[in-house]
């Protein structure tokens, strides 16, 4: 079973920045699209951003565009999300997913996921 480990998350002010990790334990996430997701309280789980295989492609969900990054180091197996600009609407729990071939935006197209990080921002 694979496993991602996200980390990095935490409580931040309004405007303070974070970077997110997810690293994989089992196998080398080379050829896995990668993906960030959040799950805000009472909400549904939201798309933020992939990442094809290579880091040749990256995709944004309209409201972390131009404030969030997403990128990967293959000969480390692990993927980031830079997250600057924060404000209150982000906070939510955050996951990272991989899949093979292409990024998609939707949840249920991830073979593997990890436990999520808890990220808050407060006003």
């Known amino acids: 079973q694979e496993q991602l480990v996200e980390s990095g998350g935490g409580l931040v002010q309004a405007g303070q920045s974070l970077r997110l990790s997810c690293v994989s334990s089992?196998?080398?996430?080379?050829?896995?699209?990668m993906g960030w997701f959040r799950q805000a309280p009472g909400k549904g789980r939201e798309f933020v951003a992939g990442?094809?295989?290579?880091?040749?492609?990256?995709y944004y969900t309209d409201s972390v565009k131009g404030r969030f990054t997403i990128s990967r180091d293959n000969s480390k197996d692990t993927v980031y999300l830079q997250m600057n600009s924060l404000n209150p609407e982000d906070t939510a729990v955050y996951y990272c997913?991989?899949?093979?071939?292409?990024?998609?935006?939707?949840?249920?197209?991830?073979?593997?996921w990890g436990q999520g990080t808890q990220v808050t921002v407060s006003s």
């Open positions: 997913a991989a899949r093979p071939g292409a990024v998609v935006t939707i949840g249920h197209g991830y073979t593997y």
């Open positions: 089992r196998r080398t996430l080379l050829r896995y699209a």
């Open positions: 990442i094809n295989w290579n880091g040749g492609s990256t």
